[in-house]
């Protein structure tokens, strides 16, 4: 994820150096997507240590190596 932040926030200077609106709302468009699937994955680790799914003794990968 930290790449794309990095050209979020190249595109967000960029837009103030060279005074381009199509650039701000590019840089925009592109920390709401971020943003978006920030939360989506966020959300669903919530969702699976709730189900018990990760974090959970005997259910980690590498259970049959033992």
């Given at each position: 994820?930290?790449p794309n932040?990095g ?7 960029l837009?103030?150096e060279f005074?381009?609106?199509p650039v701000?709302?590019?840089g ?5 997507l971020?943003l978006?699937?920030y939360?989506?994955?966020g ?7 709730w189900?018990?799914e ?13």
């Open positions: 994820m930290f932040v050209f979020v926030l190249a595109m967000l200077a837009r103030r005074q381009n609106d701000l709302w590019f925009t468009a592109m920390s709401v971020m978006g699937v939360l989506c994955v959300g669903s680790l919530v969702k699976a240590v189900r018990q990760i974090v959970y003794p005997g259910r980690d990968e590498d259970v049959e190596d033992r």
